[in-house]
């Protein structure tokens, strides 16, 4: 009788686990982004850098985005700083956008500021 119960927490967390990976990995995949390249140029309104990723609000002709840039690793490695993302920061973004059209989500691959490319994903880009 003591087995049941074990074998009924064991499934439980299992089942917990597999759920919190798949929303893991829908979220930080890429399965939700449209195929090709999107460019959007705007200026920063907020941004919350860290880990998972960062994410910036962005301002590009009156239309808040909201854009994924890297881990914080990936943005150093890209040359990027958290004070090049600061409000009013004006960027070029070149990424992935939302699959759902109505959705004004990007996920950045490459971020230009004042002329000069940041790569974040550089095997991504053609």
Do not use: C
């Not at 597999?18 to 939700?32: F, N, T």
């Not at 460019?39 to 994410?55: K, M």
């Not at 070149?94 to 059209?101: E, F, L, M, Q, T």
């Not at 500021?113 to 880009?125: F, H, M, S, T």
Request: zero cysteines.
């Amino acid at each position: 009788m003591t087995a049941f119960p074990a074998l009924g927490r064991l499934v439980a967390a299992l089942v917990l686990g597999l759920g919190l990976a798949s929303l893991a990995q829908a979220h930080h995949g890429w399965r939700w982004t449209a195929d090709g390249q999107f460019e959007l140029t705007g200026v920063v309104r907020s941004a919350t850098l860290g880990n998972p990723h960062g994410v910036l609000q962005v301002d590009a002709d009156g239309t808040m985005w909201t854009v994924e840039v890297g881990q914080p690793w990936r943005n150093e490695r890209a040359g990027l700083t958290d004070a090049m993302f600061v409000p009013g920061a004006e960027m070029t973004l070149v990424g992935k956008r939302s699959a759902d059209a109505r959705e004004y989500r990007l996920k950045a691959e490459r971020i230009l500021i004042e002329g000069k490319a940041y790569d974040l994903y550089p095997e991504r880009l053609p």
